[in-house]
């Protein structure tokens, strides 16, 4: 009876190891650690040996033990703790820092904190124990001092999206209260008066940034101060999309929507579609999203540049791994509002 494909019935063959490849070539262990670190000294006959017996050994070095013994304890990894990896500006600063970091050969350990506090410590802590060479964080928590042990520790962090609270550190951020006035202004241009504010969590220091943007624009404007059009806590699409339904039900239903973002713009997109009010509600969302431009009407957007953040925060940490010990730096990257359509629709004719 044959065994093929019985995983119980493969011999166990433990993995390569330095010794085994040294034997097969013929050569010494320090030879062969030369050969797999890149170091010089060994002579081209020795090197091709002893890359000859790793492929036929399909030897594969421990790189948490190598590390360890390299200048500086350098384990090639870095640790980015996300608000949520589903979500697509999460992911394009998430795919913006794989990119640089897969220009040095570095790997990325990542997690999403889903504005859990606990969960971005336990995160942090076991990345750090993991020995990661620096830390990217995208903070929730209400104190981020506890990191203070690690910075002293030489521990590069550069914190994105949102500034960290309690401990001077690199950070890239949006222009969240710039980009709020300049969609009320928008709308506001257009012809509109009343313009409902859709926001997220009111802990969350970038809703925060938004809602004072919406609120500077709303003063300089001469716009209608009205509470009842102000809706926080939205932090899903479905709740988002209850929230617009009820708003546009009420009695004194704005004629525009500030949607503070991505996910509470498609909720909002959402309700107006069930209402059948897509080509009379205004709309501007805060924070592009994959097919924006493909819905109609298309979906004016002040966009973010998540790529761009990502991107700045992985050379701000590598500039400090590279031994740049200089002050905190913060960089705040402009946002760019997109006219698409759905924010040019004019007001109803009185």
Known sequence: MSQHGDPAATPYRPRATLRDVAAMAGVSIKTVSRVVNGENGVTPAKVAAVRRAIRQLDYRPNVSASALRRAGGRTSAIGMVLEDLANPFSSAVLRAVEDVANERQVLILTGSVDEDQ??????????????????????????????????????????????????PADCVLSDNEGGARDAVHHLADVGHRH???????????????????????????????????????????????????????????PTALFASQNLVTIGA????????????????????????????????????????????????LFQRLDGDHGGPRRVVLPTTTILRGSGEIPPPAI
């Open 269 to 316: 997109i959402t309700a107006l579609q069930q209402l059948g009010l897509e080509d009379t509600v205004a709309l501007v969302g805060f924070d592009d999203f994959l097919m924006a431009d493909l819905l109609k009407p298309r979906v004016s957007v002040i966009a973010q540049d998540p790529r761009r953040m990502g991107r700045v925060a992985a050379e701000l």
């Open 118 to 167: 606990d969960r971005e410590r336990t995160l942090v802590r076991a990345f750090t124990e993991r020995r990661v060479d620096g830390l990217i964080i995208a903070p929730v928590g209400e104190d981020q001092g506890y990191l203070r042990a690690e910075i002293e520790a030489g521990t590069p962090l550069v914190f994105v999206d949102r500034l960290p609270q309690g401990l």
């Open 195 to 253: 313009i409902a504010y859709l926001g997220d969590l009111r802990i969350i220091p970038t809703a925060q940034q938004r809602f004072a943007g919406y609120q500077r624009a709303c003063l300089e404007r001469g716009l209608p101060w009205n509470p009842a059009h102000h809706v926080h806590d939205l932090h899903t699409v479905a709740d988002a999309a209850t929230a617009t339904v009820r708003l546009l039900r009420s009695a004194d239903p």
